[in-house]
């Protein structure tokens, strides 16, 4: 148990009296008080007496809590608490509040039928409140007698209406008071015109204890260095939000990250500017009126920056190239990660970090790697975590433990449930020695084989219904993710396949593996979509070699499948989808010693491009169906045709 009541309040009390004292211009204070006050160099009054308190306490009917009584045994009420405060109740002054500021009616009115006992009691703190505030900019302050800790103190609550934030609580008196001393500092930090420089022993000790900070962020002790860097911000010191923030954005924060003046800084902007950008494109909607208001006070052509890579960032162009070693690492890192390899990628930049070296004495950590959107990705709050443990620009440190890595071998990951235990279907196709660039020659069979940009499903799937007019029912190309599938093996990926229908399934694995060996696995063995189903088929120069379709609850197969293949072995009774699912790819893992990136797939972003149609044209006498739309969205036609023609796509 922790004994609050030691604590020196003269001490404290005086240092911020004098702290005052020295922040007023020549003229300009409130009234004869204050200019006394001011001259006193003492913000209290006298201390209050053992008798005055005791017929406080009388008065009230309840002893009051101990950092409070502490508090009047040194001034019976106090000047100035903060910035709103102007006089705290002593002796004489303090009383119940009983909603006098209808604040309890206003908060119980917001409660709804949910509302937990800790809400209620809180909105009811009114009522029962000790009122504090005598004098203020329509600030209450109140002492909870029924918000009590295990030393006898009492919960401090306050609010002010033009803040337009719920009622903030202290734990006791002296931290209520302490806050309004950093609100003081925070107020004075950024003296104005005519104002004395703020500058006294407390600045002077928060800003060594910023500069400490900063070196042992930089050798790997950010955790230290964060909670020295967010109390000097409390008391406004002017590096502590943008050091502080650098450490908060790696742990994957982003409310309220916004890099203080660091980031209309020249030196900093091209590092840090990509960030802010990135995460307003995310969230701005295409209202691009707000991006300013984060870069108060930077010139026009910082502006002009601003707004060049937020279109490189929507386009998905924008790169991430710091200079010297550590930039070297970084290009290698993201021509790892644009072919899945996140992983490797994270570990190539972990790796570089001792080579990294700040841009200015305000930079912690590499950061615009992150706004990259090839290599942003990478980012988790564990791999943020290692980072910021890594010792960096030439200083020395403790070894970082290393972070497990995002991508489970081989193949099975993908029988587990996705997101809210969604059930899925897939498709991919895999190509040994040829790399993933090489993909659309084999499998766009004339339709195009340039790769797309790098991007994330969501983004790939809105572009290529992009100025889509016609949709038929029997033309299906599929949209393929590309990337390497383990060593000497590459992957096209299609993880939101068309419904699977057997009789006109053409695998692909044929034109796939011309020269070489090719596989193709199209599981809807957990999907919604018709009954459960799952084909296999391996090529070899060419020529399917074989293959095996589960569907109707029959295997048809063709060719000599391996032993290990065998489909019985896994698709017999089929009482678990799941298991059999799992057994079948880990046995193709085993067979082809491939894998697929899982964090690139779900979270990351990849090369796409489409594929050529996955089921035949339609024969003689077969009925398709064709939907033309107009530009606008609105269905122009739609009809039903015979042929063996099988325009469109799906």
């Known amino acids: 148990m922790t004994d609050i009541t030691a604590f020196d309040w003269r001490a404290f009390l005086l240092g911020w009296s004098g702290e005052w004292a020295d922040s007023l211009p020549d003229q300009g204070t409130r009234g004869e008080d204050d200019a006394a006050a001011q001259r006193a160099r003492w913000l209290g009054f006298p201390p209050a007496s053992e008798e005055r308190i005791a017929a406080l306490e009388k008065r009230l009917g309840r002893r009051m809590p101990p950092s409070y009584r502490e508090f009047l045994e040194v001034s019976d009420g106090w000047r100035h608490a903060g910035g709103f405060v102007w006089l705290l ?31 209620r009691q809180e909105a009811g703190v009114w009522r029962r409140g000790l009122q504090l505030d005598i004098d203020s900019d329509a600030t209450f302050v109140v002492m909870d007698p029924e918000d009590v800790d295990e030393n006898g103190e009492w919960a401090v609550y306050t609010w002010a209406s033009w803040r337009a934030a719920p009622p903030e609580r202290h734990a006791n008196f002296r931290e209520f008071m302490r806050e309004m001393h950093r609100e003081f500092h925070n107020l004075r930090a950024r003296p104005g015109d005519g104002e004395p420089v703020f500058a006294n022993d407390t600045t002077r000790e928060l800003d060594a204890s910023v500069e400490d900070a900063r070196t042992e962020a930089l050798r790997g002790g950010w955790e230290r260095a964060q909670e020295a860097l967010d109390e000097a911000k409390r008391y406004g010191r002017p590096r502590a939000a943008g050091l502080g923030d650098q450490i908060r954005r790696l742990l994957g924060q982003t409310y309220m990250v916004y890099f203080a003046d660091l980031v209309t800084d020249p030196r900093y902007a091209p590092e840090l500017l990509p960030l802010l950008v990135a995460e307003h494109a995310e969230h701005s909607y295409r209202d691009d009126s707000t991006l300013t208001f984060q870069l108060r006070g930077a010139d026009e052509s910082l502006v002009a920056l601003a707004y060049a890579t937020l279109e490189r960032v929507r386009n998905g162009t924008y790169r991430y190239t710091p200079a010297g070693p550590f930039g070297e690492a970084v290009a290698r890192a993201r021509e790892l990660a644009r072919w899945g390899d996140t992983d ?34 990478l980012l988790t709050p564990e791999r943020g975590r290692e980072l910021l443990s890594t010792p960096r620009a030439g200083l020395a440190g403790g070894e970082p433990q290393p972070t497990v890595g ?55 799937r809105r572009r290529s219904l992009e100025n889509r007019t016609e949709f038929s029912s029997y033309d299906d190309r599929a949209l393929m993710a590309v990337g390497r599938a383990g060593t000497g093996w590459s992957f096209a990926f299609d993880g939101d396949p068309a419904p699977f229908n057997g009789h006109r399934f053409v695998s692909p694995a044929a034109s796939a593996g011309a020269g070489t060996r090719a596989v193709v696995v199209w599981s809807g063995l957990r999907t919604h979509l018709g009954d459960p189903f799952f084909h296999l ?32 072995r896994f698709l017999g009774d089929l009482e678990d989808a799941a298991d059999a699912e799992r057994s079948l790819l880990e046995a193709v893992t085993e067979e082809f010693g491939v894998c697929l990136p899982r964090h690139a797939i779900v979270n990351g972003r990849l090369h796409t491009f489409v594929s050529s149609s996955w089921t035949r044209p339609p024969g003689d006498g077969e009925s398709y169906a064709v939907i033309r739309m107009h530009w606008d969205g609105a269905r122009q036609a739609g ?8 325009r469109g796509s799906r």
């Open 639 to 646: 009809d039903e045709r015979t042929g063996d023609d099988g």
């Open 89 to 119: 109740a002593g002796t004489t002054d303090a009383r119940w509040h009983n909603d006098e500021s209808g604040l309890s009616d206003m908060f119980e009115e917001y409660l709804d039928e949910d509302a937990g006992p800790e809400e």
């Open 344 to 377: 490797g990628a994270w570990r190539l930049l972990r790796d570089a970090l001792p080579l990294w070296e700040p841009l200015g004495p305000d930079h912690l950590a590499p950061l615009g790697w992150m706004a990259d959107p090839v290599l942003g990705p």
């Open 537 to 568: 088929s391996v090529a070899r120069d060419g020529v399917e070699e074989y293959a095996f379709t589960y569907t109707d609850g029959k295997v048809r197969s063709s060719g000599e499948i391996p032993g290990a293949l065998t489909p019985s």
């Open 406 to 460: 995002l991508d489970p071998a081989g193949l099975a990951w993908l029988a587990e449930p996705g997101p809210g235990n969604h059930l899925t279907s897939y498709r991919f196709v895999l190509v040994e020695g040829v790399e993933p660039e090489d993909l659309p020659g084999r499998l766009a069979g004339g339709h195009g084989t340039a790769l797309d940009e790098p991007m994330t499903r969501g983004e790939a």
